[in-house]
């Protein structure tokens, strides 16, 4: 059965910092694309990341770009998004995913999501 369990969220002042994580089982993690979805109040889900196996090269959404920073860790089945300079629209429910930007709608497998709110 396939799992994947986002922790790390919480509430962090504009220009504040947080690491998410994502914790997987039920699939070999080392072969499958992941990514990060994000899901800001009234709005609908927004592909904001991914990495891929292999040489794990990296992409981002250009909302984030250069703000957050994708990471795996194969051996421990865990994925991370280290987020900094946050600000106000980055206030989300923030969903690991399998798939990258262009297959992760149509696999249809992601986690529950963590709370991040930035506010002051």
């Known amino acids: 059965q396939v799992q994947l369990v986002e922790s790390g969220g919480g509430l962090v002042q504009p220009g504040g910092s947080l690491r998410l994580s994502c914790a997987a089982s039920?699939?070999?993690?080392?072969?499958?694309?992941l990514s990060w979805l994000r899901q800001g109040p009234g709005k609908g889900l927004e592909w904001i990341s991914e990495i891929l196996t292999g040489s794990g090269s990296t992409y981002y959404a250009d909302s984030v770009k250069g703000r957050f920073t994708i990471s795996r860790d194969d051996a421990k089945n865990t994925m991370y998004l280290q987020m900094s300079s946050l600000k106000p629209v980055d206030t989300a429910v923030y969903h690991c995913s399998h798939g990258s930007e262009a297959t992760w709608t149509r696999l249809g497998s992601w986690g529950q999501g963590t709370q991040v709110a930035v506010s002051s």
């Open positions: 039920g699939f070999t993690f080392s072969n499958v694309a």
